[in-house]
């Protein structure tokens, strides 16, 4: 508790012990993806410049991104752009109206997360 104030209800600062919601996950998770989709551009237009300054660095970029940490860079990538999506058309159909209650939350949630995983296992079967 804090010592100088008159709410007497404990502080509980510790997250590990938080019990969150599936749902909180979903938007926590959302969130984070659509940060990482956003420093990740950058290096998307890095590409898309090497890819378009010559024929000598088209190839090395090319050649660069056979690698299997770039493989590994494009899926996460990937996976985190069908991830933001799937979360961002879950919101729109909740925006309509529907899957309002926490219970339809729950279920968008799960549903997200398991199509995210599919997605995920199909890039990486389309990348490798």
Do not use: C
């Amino acid at each position: 508790m804090r010592p100088t104030s008159r709410d007497k209800r404990p502080v509980n600062l510790d997250l590990g012990t938080i019990n969150l919601p599936i749902t909180a996950y979903a938007s926590i998770t959302h969130r984070i993806t659509g940060v990482v989709m956003f420093f990740a551009s950058f290096l998307l237009l890095w590409a898309l410049d090497q890819s378009l300054a010559s024929e000598a660095s088209f190839l090395a970029l090319g050649e660069m991104l056979g690698s299997p940490v770039a493989k590994l860079v494009i899926w996460l990538m990937a996976t985190f752009m069908s991830y933001h999506a799937l979360a961002g058309i879950k919101h729109l159909v909740m925006d309509a109206g529907i899957g309002e209650t926490m219970q339809g939350g729950v279920i968008g949630a799960r549903l997200v997360f398991l199509l995210a995983a599919g997605a995920a296992a199909l890039w990486g079967v389309a990348i490798w």
